[in-house]
């Protein structure tokens, strides 16, 4: 799967709150930055608690998947 499937993925199964394939499409020593809120995330579990605990009503809409082969990233638009 390339990485920008991956990320495809990822966000679908966030929208979907599909906990246990985020962890898996997630590697485990990851690091997501999220530069708005300054906020770093390390791990795969870590980043699954983030998100599962955060009050329902968001969704996330992906405006851009930039991707090169093993690394990849995305600008979206969070709505409550």
Do not use: C, H
């Amino acid at each position: 799967m390339e990485s920008s499937e991956v990320i495809e993925a990822l966000w679908d199964r966030i929208q979907a709150r599909d906990w246990a394939a985020v962890a898996g499409l997630v590697a485990e020593d990851a690091v997501i930055e999220w530069p708005v809120s300054g906020e770093r995330i390390v791990g795969n579990k870590n980043f699954v608690a983030v998100n599962s605990s955060y009050p329902e009503g968001w969704s996330i809409r992906v405006l851009r998947i930039v991707a090169d082969g093993k690394r990849g990233g995305l600008g979206g638009r969070g709505a409550t």
